[in-house]
């Protein structure tokens, strides 16, 4: 037993590291935040991002709504509370994936400064790439492919981001995508050429 | 913006699947849920399978009180509810491993087989094996590596596995690891053993 209980601190020295994660995947990981109004193209960025890292052999994962929303954060509503524990959240959870080696991307509105911020205080410095994908408010509106600025204007859905709750955008983000004009490709390509000029698709 | 919208619902539709995450990494993924009392050797032998899949190649990743008790579920305490709520996480997040292709493990006492049952149910059939890390209670409280087991039984620990709390056993795990004699090593060469045995460690 005793021999036992030393290997046990043994290996809590010698956990697999990250490093020797990334190692295994020949690529370097880190948080691809995607951000900004609903509509503005980001989980379809995220999506042809993923797509593309995927054709080229690397490692990711993508946190969205299809996959959080009904899972993790299934019991979090929307009062101001829950908001920044589902980002909270979603912040540990991305910090995991990176930590797995894994190149992870999230695609969600999360529309408040501060829970941001806070994600990237998780993170050491540059795993955490902010991405702003910037679109007019007249331009998601005119999209609108789920209606739901239009159920905002009628006030069947109370604090929707652009409407009436504030969308505060990044100060410093590492990226900016122009969603008002350019095709998803092109800003999915802008993304990837990031990536690949900070060193982050090799090992 | 009609084409943006187009490209958005088809993206939707056309995610990078979990077999394609599979297919890059060259193999299955599931998650191996150790259970049992404390000081049973349950992150011990995590942390060694782990290792030993790390040597040849295999893309993993182990959930276990490091990583999760000081992040994700930072503010959760001990009442039953936090309980129920820390395994369901830990299930919620281990799933989305999975999904992300790897050999997901968890370590946790997790003592409550209806919380265990939740997560196997949260899986598709194949992808939960439940793994007992089976040491009497004499075997654990002599270990005791860290004094857990004393402060309970002088009752400065309230609602401790094993001491004034139940530990409920699996009825139908996938594995069973005899920790009362056996050592880490052999165990966790077991548990890889079942694994190539059937068939995750290959695409």
Same mark, same amino acid.
């Given at each position: 037993m005793a021999e036992q209980k030393a290997t046990n601190v043994t290996w809590h020295d010698h956990r697999v590291s990250s490093d020797d994660r990334k190692k295994i995947k020949s690529q370097k990981s880190c948080v691809m935040w995607f951000t900004g109004?609903?509509? #503005?193209?980001k989980s379809t960025i995220a999506n042809t991002v993923d797509h593309k890292l995927a054709e080229l052999g690397k490692h990711t994962y993508l946190l969205d709504g299809d996959n959080i929303r009904q899972g993790l954060n299934k019991n979090l509503g929307f009062s101001a509370e829950d908001r920044a524990e589902n980002i909270r959240r979603i912040g540990e959870v991305a910090k995991l994936f990176s930590d797995a080696g894994l190149v992870t991307l999230t695609a969600f509105i999360s529309p408040y400064r501060a829970d941001r911020d806070a994600v990237r205080e998780l993170l050491a410095d540059g795993d955490f790439i902010e991405i702003l994908v910037d679109a007019s408010l007249e331009i998601c509106e005119a999209r609108d492919p789920k209606g739901l600025y239009k159920k905002a204007r009628a006030g069947e859905i109370k604090g929707f981001t652009g409407i009436d709750d504030p969308y505060e955008a990044p100060e410093k983000p590492e990226l900016v995508l122009? #969603?008002? #004009?350019?095709s998803i490709d092109d800003l999915a390509d802008e993304v990837v050429a990031f990536l690949d000029a900070n060193g982050y698709l090799s090992a």
């Amino acid at each position: 037993m005793a021999e036992q209980k030393a290997t046990n601190v043994t290996w809590h020295d010698h956990r697999v590291s990250s490093d020797d994660r990334k190692k295994i995947k020949s690529q370097k990981s880190c948080v691809m935040w995607f951000t900004g109004l609903s509509a #503005s193209g980001k989980s379809t960025i995220a999506n042809t991002v993923d797509h593309k890292l995927a054709e080229l052999g690397k490692h990711t994962y993508l946190l969205d709504g299809d996959n959080i929303r009904q899972g993790l954060n299934k019991n979090l509503g929307f009062s101001a509370e829950d908001r920044a524990e589902n980002i909270r959240r979603i912040g540990e959870v991305a910090k995991l994936f990176s930590d797995a080696g894994l190149v992870t991307l999230t695609a969600f509105i999360s529309p408040y400064r501060a829970d941001r911020d806070a994600v990237r205080e998780l993170l050491a410095d540059g795993d955490f790439i902010e991405i702003l994908v910037d679109a007019s408010l007249e331009i998601c509106e005119a999209r609108d492919p789920k209606g739901l600025y239009k159920k905002a204007r009628a006030g069947e859905i109370k604090g929707f981001t652009g409407i009436d709750d504030p969308y505060e955008a990044p100060e410093k983000p590492e990226l900016v995508l122009d #969603s008002n #004009s350019k095709s998803i490709d092109d800003l999915a390509d802008e993304v990837v050429a990031f990536l690949d000029a900070n060193g982050y698709l090799s090992a």
